[in-house]
């Protein structure tokens, strides 16, 4: 590391401050879709790098040589006892250098002062990322590449089918989905009681579902505060339509989706099968929704590729699994000095 960046600090941006990194960024991830103000809505914690000589109390306009924001959440992780404990991680993201200070170390030098300030003084037990850079970048300096596999549904443009046991299908929307999300909760802690190795999962908690369907309104011409009556997923319960309310047990196979109005794709970002049958019945009411916008294609990371059995049922979609080469996983672990951990569920819900 050069002599001038021993001269350099990561601190949290003043609201000033993050309003002139949003603009920093605006022009690789907002622009044309958001207006500058839509964008700068979206901010989280902001951090930047700057010199230890600035005035950070009087300037708001300071040299940022580099920039990222955070986002602190809720994860369950197992413990050597057996016993499981809620923790608090950081998701990163929006990491920018600008275009006059690229090559020069600063991005690398942020992401090691970073990655101490989240370990040591906000006491977190992890972070992550997802990357879209080459692994070598972020692996030397701490955070670890997990699976990146995912399934693409080509979508019939005529799709239109009668579903079996449709009576049990029920449309998950702004009604239902909180207590679905809690429940989901509940069940993922009970599944990690099961397991008999060192593993960590992203709660899937409203907040991080509320942040993808408010990204979808931003860039959609369908949804607006006054009429926003989507569908969010489908769930295929163990009682009639009718007798449904929101005091009963939910059963717990469901699909939870977002619209992706930029790739003209509808993205499954939490999905609860028990089988390859629900799963083919899940995955239908998806393409249901997919051919209403006209969508290409049905998009679900990280599947458990045991529930997709073709011989099953699924053999009548045109499906391909593949490894991504975008938004790629990283972890750093720092719960305790041994970072050989199972991130489980890696899913769209836990990108933002």
């Given at each position: 590391m050069s002599s001038e960046h021993q001269d350099l600090v990561l601190v949290e941006a003043t609201p000033g401050q993050a309003r002139i990194t949003n603009r920093?960024?605006?022009?690789?991830?907002?622009?044309?879709?958001?207006?500058?103000?839509?964008?700068?809505?979206?901010?989280?914690?902001?951090?930047?790098?700057?010199?230890?000589?600035?005035n950070l109390s009087n300037?708001?306009?300071?040299?940022?040589?580099?920039?990222?924001?955070?986002?602190?959440?809720?994860?369950?992780?197992?413990?050597?006892?057996?016993?499981?404990?809620?923790?608090?991680?950081?998701y990163i993201t929006s990491l920018f250098t600008p275009p006059q200070y690229r090559h020069k170390g600063y991005a690398t030098k942020l992401m090691v002062l970073l990655n101490d300030k989240l370990r040591f003084e906000c006491k977190a037990k992890f972070s992550y990322l997802y990357s879209e850079v080459s692994s070598d970048f972020y692996s030397r300096l701490g955070w670890k590449i997990f699976p990146h596999k995912e399934i693409r549904f080509k979508v019939d443009d005529r799709f239109s089918t009668s579903l079996k046991h449709s009576e049990l299908i029920v449309a998950i929307n702004q009604s239902n989905i909180e207590t679905i999300i809690n429940k989901d909760c509940e069940f993922i802690k009970k599944d990690l009681k099961k397991l008999n190795k060192k593993s960590m999962v992203i709660l899937p908690t409203k907040p991080a579902f509320d942040w993808l369907f408010q990204k979808t309104k931003l860039y959609?011409?369908?949804?607006?505060?006054?009429?926003?009556?989507?569908?969010?997923?489908?769930?295929?319960?163990?009682?009639?339509?009718?007798?449904?309310?929101?005091?009963?047990?939910?059963?717990?196979?469901?699909i939870i989706w977002n619209h992706d109005f930029r790739d003209n794709q509808l993205f499954i970002i939490r999905f609860r099968s028990d089988s390859p049958y629900t799963t083919h019945l899940l995955i239908q009411q998806a393409m249901q929704e997919a051919s209403k916008f006209q969508f290409k294609q049905i998009v679900l990371w990280n599947p458990d590729l045991r529930l997709f059995n073709i011989s099953e049922g699924l053999n009548v979609f045109e499906a391909e699994v593949s490894e991504r080469t975008e938004s790629l996983p990283y972890l750093s672990w720092y719960a305790d000095d041994d970072d050989n951990v199972d991130w489980i569920l890696i899913e769209k819900y836990s990108w933002f």
């Open positions: 920093n960024s605006y022009m690789s991830w907002g622009s044309p879709l958001l207006t500058i103000d839509e964008y700068i809505e979206q901010n989280f914690k902001v951090w930047i790098l700057v010199s230890k000589k600035c300037d708001n306009e300071p040299t940022i040589f580099s920039q990222c924001e955070t986002f602190k959440l809720k994860a369950l992780i197992t413990l050597s006892s057996g016993q499981i404990q809620e923790v608090i991680g950081y959609s011409k369908f949804y607006t505060d006054t009429n926003d009556q989507r569908q969010f997923g489908a769930m295929i319960s163990n009682k009639k339509k009718e007798s449904i309310n929101e005091n009963e047990e939910l059963f717990e196979r469901f």
